[in-house]
């Protein structure tokens, strides 16, 4: 197995909790699992830190990061900041060859949510954004807007049982498909940020009900 698949399930086990928040990634373990050598897996371990996804604690090892209200927030915020700006600069109409990629993989992402194939639609979801910011003029703003994404991996699939909520995220990237025929920047950008709040809330809610009180700002 290459190392992006490697890097790929853990990631995909971070997101659906089976590697919860301070669970320990253990080395020999992964090696057997994957068949890989040991420095195939220090290496996901390194890219893993480099995404914030991980982190190194002196005797323990590899550790899943847990990130704390407050740090749910600011990355969404810088979220928030990234991706309404790509779509503010974004030129409008795109073309009919980009929205006729977007629809393939929305509806692909709409059938994946009705059968409740949830690691399907983690990367559906990932494949029509990263198609949706393909527009944008700016690389090095698109790939961070990339890094960021990953780093909200953390916060989890926390609604994707929720059939009202995730039926929400599938129109709603309709409607992104649909402003991006047009063009009305401003409609684009609204759409991009009603598309973001849901998941920090939840995690939240379920980060206080872990350890108790109003910890947003922790």
């Given at each position: 197995m290459q190392t992006s698949e490697i890097l790929s399930?853990?990631?995909?086990?971070?997101?659906?909790?089976?590697?919860?928040?301070?669970?320990r990634l253990i080395e020999e373990r992964?090696?057997?699992?994957?068949?890989?050598k040991r420095h195939v897996i220090r290496e996901v371990f390194s890219t893993l830190e480099d995404l914030g996804l991980v982190e190194r604690v002196p005797n323990k090892g590899a550790i899943v990061t847990e990130l704390t209200p407050a740090e749910v927030l600011e990355i969404y915020e810088v979220r928030r900041v990234l991706e309404t700006h790509a779509g503010a600069i974004t030129l409008l109409p795109v073309s009919t060859e980009l929205i006729s990629r977007m629809e393939a993989v929305q509806t692909r992402h709409e059938e994946a949510v009705s059968a409740e194939r949830f690691?399907?639609?983690?990367?559906?979801?990932?494949?029509?954004?990263r198609l949706q910011y393909s527009a944008c003029p700016n690389k090095h703003l698109v790939q961070t807007i990339h890094d960021y994404a990953r780093k909200a991996h953390l916060i989890r699939a926390t609604k994707y049982g929720d059939q009202t909520h995730m039926k929400k995220v599938v129109?709603?990237?309709?409607?992104?498909?649909?402003?991006m025929k047009g063009t009305d920047n401003q409609k684009l950008v609204e759409?991009?940020?009603?598309?973001?709040?849901g998941s920090p809330e939840e995690y939240i809610r379920i980060y206080n009900i872990r350890y108790g009180g109003d910890r947003r700002a922790v």
């Open positions: 399930a853990i990631e995909e086990d971070i997101v659906f909790g089976v590697l919860p928040p301070q669970s992964l090696s057997e699992r994957f068949d890989a690691r399907e639609v983690f990367h559906l979801n990932i494949d029509f954004h129109s709603q990237h309709w409607a992104i498909i649909e402003a759409l991009i940020s009603a598309h973001l709040p």
